[in-house]
């Protein structure tokens, strides 16, 4: 897949982060993995982002990325395309998205790199080598420490062919605006803030009708019928959803640091696709916010 033609499959539809299945003792579940996807492809996702943040990238090691990309990408081949997580320092950056390359990830979203707060340029810097050492095409996750700006993006896009989407996980409107009106139809644009459908008819407002769903790893039903009612501005299936789920998942989700991964395994675990536990230094749900959770997903209905 060409960097142009990803652009144009990330422009539409919803996009997803499976998360990632261990054992108990904390190793990678690929025979789980594999079902997972198997029974997520099917619901029409345009594509899954593979280790991910959801995916708790960042507590992964090289060879388990590496098989974790892999079974993505041939569990997936024919039926979705597939984005492999990247990020860290720049040569680790690097030398994740050349193995997602090799393996045959059609792309990959460039995360932050780790820890250090960086200038503009330092910014621009890394991402411009990132995107050099590789052909496909690179999402570039707007986040955390890495925080372009319009005149960055710009630089980045005469320099960066491949270059050729942003996911905003920041949440800031003025420079959300600057950003899309300055480079307009350069870029694909993706909202990428935790639980980005509380915030999806405001990024529709903006020009960024795309973003993507934790939520569908355990209610894809309900996250494509909520993608749709955005699409066709259905205010009533919103409202509705927003206040019989979101919101109150939102109540757990918020209680502790990290619970943005935990609250989506244990939704998983709750429809029948257990995941296993997070890894340190994320911590799982107590029963009782478990319980809340269940009875959150029951009044849904079946998925």
Known sequence: MTPQELKKVLSSGLLSFPITDFHANGDFNKESYQKRLEWLAPYGASALFAAGGTGEFFSLEPKEYSEIIKTAVDTCKGQVPILAGAGGPTRQAIAYAQEAERLGAAGILLMPHYLTEASQQGLVNHVEEVCKSVDFGVVVYNRNVCRL????????VEKCPNLIGFKDGIGEIEPMVAIRRRLGDRLTYLGGLPTAEVYAAAYKALGVPVY??????????????????????????????????????LEIRNRCEGYGVSIIKAGARLVGHDAGPVRAPLTDLLPDEVAQLKALIDKLGPQ
Do not use: C, M, W
């Open 149 to 156: 700006t319009a005149d960055s993006l710009e630089q980045l």
């Open 212 to 249: 993507s769903s934790a939520v569908f790893n355990f209610i894809p039903k309900t996250a494509i019928e909520f993608y749709e009612a955005i699409a066709r501005e259905d205010h009533e299936t919103v409202g509705r959803l927003i206040d019989n789920f979101f919101l109150p998942y």
